[in-house]
């Protein structure tokens, strides 16, 4: 039994996304983080770090295995059941290259980005340029290997396109042309777009069930 716990957030949609690639069944508890209850002692419990999303597996023997982090737990599946990873070698490693891009790059540059541009009291510009430029540096790298390769890993559709994909979705309806000026970028996020299993995970939580009213 698997239990997701996410927020209708780009890191929280990487881990329903690939949860609906791999066809796994799971619950899923929304978690209020307006609320507070990501501060919780129960879900600090299961992410130390107060963030989501978060995974619990119930195991054979009344096991129980925690995941928390959208890097942590695309990379735990995709390792798990041998899929969502290229089987070639050179794939592979570029593959978990732009993997590693979308989890320590793109995702925190944006949420940062997000955070001084639109959500802090007072606007610093410096913070403004220097998030706006490293999101610059972040789209053009996508963009030239878009322009060379169908996915991020190669030929093969991994982790690495689920990593980076809810960003640049997130971006590309917050106005400003992103996908107008990089149509290599745009070619590939539609391509993602239409697949199902990526529209049913960026549904996820919306239908879920709060976490407040969720039993236990």
């Known amino acids: 039994m698997l239990t997701l716990y996410s927020f209708p957030t780009p890191n929280g949609r990487k881990a329903s996304i690939l949860l609906e690639e791999l066809g796994l069944t799971y619950a899923v508890h929304r978690v209020d983080l307006a609320a507070g209850e990501n501060k919780r002692p129960d879900f600090l419990a299961i992410s130390p770090i107060t ?46 290259s732009w993997f590693m891009l979308g989890v320590s790059d793109l995702g925190p540059t944006a949420i940062d ?24 540096r972040c789209y053009a790298a996508l963009e030239d290997r878009l322009g060379v390769a169908e996915h991020l890993g190669g030929t093969t559709y991994s982790i690495a396109d689920i990593a980076c994909f809810p960003f640049i979705a997130a971006a590309a309806v917050a106005g400003g042309g992103l996908l107008d000026r990089f149509p290599n970028l745009k070619r590939w996020h539609d391509a993602m777009a239409g697949r199902p299993a990526v529209r049913r995970g960026m549904a996820v939580p919306e239908t879920a069930v709060p976490e407040s009213a969720a039993p236990g």
């Open 51 to 96: 963030k989501i999303p978060a995974l619990v597996e119930e195991l054979p023997g009344g096991r129980v295995r925690r995941l928390f982090g959208s890097g942590a737990i695309l990379l735990h599946f995709a390792e798990r059941t041998g899929r969502l990873l290229p089987e070639d070698e050179d794939e592979r490693a570029e593959a978990m």
């Open 113 to 136: 980005m997000q955070r001084f541009a639109a959500r802090a009291p007072d606007r610093i510009p410096h913070a403004i340029d220097l998030y706006k430029g490293e999101l610059m």
